[in-house]
């Protein structure tokens, strides 16, 4: 099993998601995706770092 971490940004929202893919190592094929984070804003390496893992968000008005 390979799991390859990577980001996907949404224009429209200006959100990154940070995806993981499980992929098997015999035919690498795609066994599952999962979101593992996001936050607001274009990709970028320091803000994924911090993001991974935090699916909450909390909204105040």
Not at 41 to 60: H, M, Q, R, S
């Amino acid at each position: 099993m390979e799991k390859i971490i990577y980001t996907t940004y949404a224009p429209d929202t200006d959100m990154t998601f940070i995806l993981q893919d499980i992929r098997k190592k015999v035919d690498g094929d795609i066994q599952s995706t999962e979101c593992i984070g996001f936050y607001f804003g274009i990709p970028n390496d320091e803000d994924t770092k911090e993001f991974i893992g935090k699916l909450k968000a909390k909204y105040e008005w």
